[in-house]
């Protein structure tokens, strides 16, 4: 069965630090789509950015990057040089396109502090 | 371009009562999908709508039910409401074809007492 797992609960950085938020996940699926949304305290999720399970690359996009390795399952997400506006809860989901197409799964969220 | 809307912004119940949340695509969408998120929690996908039908259902009980009008648009209701109701819900639209590309709504939160 498909799974996110997001170990880290809390991660509470001084601004100008960089931070890493780790995401692990399960699938049976040979196609699937991982995404990190941010979520302020408004509620509304922000999207970030959308991988396919065919594209490892890496990516850099201003102060965030994203490192996708399909060997051990992972879709980890940095923040380089963090700001105060970077606190909010980030989730990592899964999307799996040929046994649950549409039915993105969650993990449960890394909640964000940066302190100034 | 509007995104996905979604009303009321809060609504209080009681236990017991029934609601009606609702939610208008994304601008050219046709698929609409419903999420669950309790405090503390990621996002559970409740159900998803494609031409007025329910085209998936995650693991919520009969008391969740929804609707898809014929311009693409979206209620959930729920019947019987428990306390463990209370959450934020999310809806979300996409084009069948490219469900990889989801819009969130800002959600309604359900307070139930």
């Known amino acids: 069965a498909q799974k996110v797992t997001q170990a880290q609960t809390e991660i509470s950085v001084v601004e100008k630090e960089d931070v890493t938020l780790d995401c692990v996940y399960e699938?049976?699926?040979?196609?699937?789509?991982l995404f990190w949304y941010k979520q302020p305290p408004s509620g509304e999720l922000v999207f970030l950015i959308r991988?396919?399970?065919?594209?490892?690359q890496n990516e850099i996009s201003g102060r965030y990057s994203w490192n996708f390795q399909k060997s051990t399952s992972s879709f980890n997400f940095t923040i380089t040089a963090s700001q105060v506006v970077d606190s909010a809860v980030y989730f990592c989901?899964?999307?799996?396109?040929?046994?649950?197409?549409?039915?993105?799964?969650f993990g449960d969220g890394t909640t964000l502090t940066v302190k100034p | 371009d509007a995104g996905v809307t979604q009303s009321p912004t809060h609504l209080i119940k009681t236990r017991g009562q029934q609601v009606t949340l609702r939610c208008s695509p994304k601008s050219g969408h046709d698929t609409v999908s419903w999420y669950q998120q309790a405090l503390g929690q990621g996002p559970q996908f409740i159900f998803q709508?494609?031409?007025?039908?329910?085209?998936q259902r995650g693991n919520f009980p009969d008391r969740f039910s929804g609707h898809q009008f014929p311009n693409y648009s979206s209620e959930l209701n729920v019947n019987a409401l428990l306390l463990g109701d209370s959450a934020l819900y999310l809806c979300?639209?996409?084009?069948?074809?490219?469900?990889?590309?989801?819009?969130f709504g800002p959600g309604t939160r359900l307070t139930v007492t």
């Open positions: 709508y494609y031409e007025e039908e329910e085209r």
């Open positions: 989901a899964l999307l799996e396109l040929n046994t649950n197409a549409g039915k993105s799964t």
């Open positions: 979300a639209s996409s084009l069948v074809g490219s469900v990889d590309e989801q819009y």
């Open positions: 991988r396919n399970s065919f594209d490892e």
């Open positions: 699938t049976r699926d040979t196609t699937y789509y």
